[in-house]
């Protein structure tokens, strides 16, 4: 065995035992080397699941944090190889003592210890996370039916509250990325807003958070939920947001610099994507669902045929094109684009976010016309509903 082999083992020897005897406080990854660029950290903890130890393993992304939580020797098991493969630095914090194993440029590792400094943290699974949103949201958090009176969320709606906060959080840093304008108020809308939890979020986001001047927009066909949300918008305060009556198609804005607009259903997201690129908006989030339009004319290669034979097969094939063809439109007309996982399966089918930042450089270039078309060739695609608004051709 080498010297380099054997520093790591010993590192390994030592975080397997801090986990075995009670002693271990955390693990922190970095300095990645795998083969997903968006990786930037793994951090592990323990906890308990159930009354059972296990540790949380957090792979944080440049968008998103993905945990998963093991009983001791599987969560061992699924560090060991990674440990000097896919991260070159690793931090062992244990209640006596701190191990650090370093890789340099050329892969050799370097083991180090230090005082331990910290205390064993709690390992309930359940401890409060620290949200964006304070405690002034809670009002309407309440009114609508997320939150009791006294803070805690309501039986049902668990799923609601950790998808309002997890939005709240994607939106802080596409905000950040965006080139957004400093000496005007910004000017968002929520398109298809529904009863306005992620209306609400998004103007406290801005307005509490961020202290950026924002009027937000929420745009809802049903009458009854635009007249509940603008009395719960006046009620608390809310000056800066307002609620309109109408549809996607039927929107038009002097002035746009967000544009929001979450499982608009089929079609109804392109048209809000295009009222987005249409007025020039600084950033464009989506979240689609139900992506019918492309399926029936769908002909991808023949090997694929068999299986998508199977219905489920048919329709995330389609989903997947519709989305794929609506990324890189939005390419073309000059947006950096990012394709993500909203919120975890677990809580909801209908998780693919798009989330397109407008770019000082070009836009409509024939490279990015030719990704478009040569997909559509590939799907055997025709017409499109992005494509149509953009008056993109796709059979040329």
Known sequence: MTDEAILREQFLAQLGASVRDGSFVRLTLGKPRGADATLRNLFARPVEVRGAPHLSLVWRHERQDITKN???????????????????????????????????????????????????????????????????????????????????????????????????????????DAALPSHRPLEIADMGCGKGYL?????????????RAAHVRGIEARPELVELCNRLARETGR????????????????????????????????????????????????????????????????????????????????????????????????????????????????NIMIAATKRAGPARTEADARKVRELAAFYGVKTQALARQLYFDLGQ
């Not at 992506?291 to 048919?314: D, S």
Request: glycine share 6%; with cysteine.
């Open 239 to 350: 000056a800066r947001l307002s609620f309109l009556p109408g549809t996607i198609e039927s929107a038009a804005f002097a002035t746009l610099d967000v544009l929001i607009a979450l499982h608009a259903c089929d079609t109804a997201t392109d048209d809000a994507i295009a009222k987005g690129v249409q007025a020039g908006a600084a950033l464009i989030v989506v979240a689609p669902c139900c992506q019918k339009e492309l399926r029936a004319q769908l002909h991808p290669a023949p090997v694929l045929a068999p299986a998508l034979a199977h219905g489920i097969f048919a329709e995330r094939h389609a989903e997947f094109a519709t989305d794929a063809l609506r990324a890189l439109l939005l390419e073309w007309a000059g947006y950096d684009t990012k394709v993500f996982e909203f919120i975890s399966t677990e809580h909801t089918a209908k």
């Open 199 to 211: 209306t609400f979020a998004t103007s406290d986001y801005f307005n509490l958070v961020a202290a």
């Open 70 to 176: 093991f009983p001791p020797e599987d969560a061992l098991t699924t560090l060991a190889p990674l440990i000097g493969a896919d991260f070159h630095s690793a931090h062992l914090f244990t209640t006596t003592r701190l191990a650090q194993l370093e890789y340099n440029k050329k892969g050799e590792p370097r083991l180090t210890y230090g005082p331990a400094g910290e205390e064993k943290p709690d390992p309930a699974h359940d401890r409060p996370k620290q949200r964006l949103l304070t405690g002034e949201s809670q009002p309407w958090l309440q009114a609508l039916g997320v939150t009791t009176s006294t803070g805690s969320v309501r039986e049902g709606m668990a799923d609601k509250h950790r998808q309002i906060h997890k939005f709240v959080e994607i939106l802080s840093h596409l905000a950040a």
